[in-house]
């Protein structure tokens, strides 16, 4: 959930993280500081955010972003919030990313590969995908985590589960995951 600010509004509205770079260059008088919706579960989302954008005035930036949000995120058949949405799976970090990346260059011995060798080198790790998915299943395939990721995922399995259980509301779900990972 993103808490936008305007000098006249403040409001939350669902967007993806990775967006909000962008977003922050079309919508220059809007202030993103927190993002938490793709914590919710995807059933809820665009319910969550009808009801955020209720609130919204008619016209105005803060009324265009949350257009913007609803086209582009929510109504969109690309970008469907099951997809985005991470409620109950392990978060993985830019860690792992960075991690099969390094994998990927020692498998490759030298880097700036010309194309075609790129593509057999990616070629021959997607066919090693169904040997790791089993591995997985069987419990043989671990990955490590710090520590402090560890205790980060369970705060937000402790959310999940809470919410799960009507404990909580989204609301509070949402203030909760968002302190998880950006306090203020």
């Known amino acids: 959930?993103?808490?936008?600010?305007?000098?006249?509004?403040?409001?939350?509205?669902?967007?993806?993280?990775?967006?909000?770079?962008?977003?922050?260059?079309?919508?220059?008088?809007?202030?993103?500081?927190?993002?938490?919706?793709?914590?919710?579960?995807?059933?809820?989302?665009?319910?969550?955010?009808?009801?955020?954008?209720?609130?919204?005035?008619?016209?105005?930036?803060?009324?265009?972003?949350?257009?913007?949000?609803?086209?582009?995120?929510?109504?969109?058949?690309?970008?469907k919030t099951e997809n985005w949405s991470v409620f109950g799976r392990s978060i993985r970090t830019n860690n792992d990313v960075e991690g099969w990346h390094h994998k990927l260059n020692r498998r490759a011995k030298k880097g700036n590969l010309p194309f075609y060798l790129l593509i057999s080198l990616l070629y021959s790790e997607a066919n090693e995908i169904p040997n790791q998915v089993q591995l997985v299943k069987e419990g043989k395939l671990k990955r490590y985590q710090r520590k402090q990721v560890r205790k980060l995922q369970g705060r937000l399995m402790k959310q999940w589960e809470d919410y799960n259980e009507k404990k909580i509301t989204t609301g509070q779900l949402l203030k909760k995951c968002s302190g998880i990972y950006a306090p203020v």
């Open 1 to 79: 959930m993103l808490w936008l600010t305007t000098t006249k509004q403040l409001i939350a509205t669902p967007v993806v993280a990775g967006n909000i770079e962008g977003v922050k260059l079309v919508f220059l008088d809007i202030n993103i500081t927190n993002c938490a919706a793709a914590f919710l579960p995807h059933d809820d989302i665009k319910e969550t955010f009808d009801e955020l954008s209720c609130k919204v005035g008619v016209i105005g930036p803060v009324r265009e972003f949350m257009d913007y949000v609803d086209q582009t995120w929510l109504q969109s058949p690309v970008w």
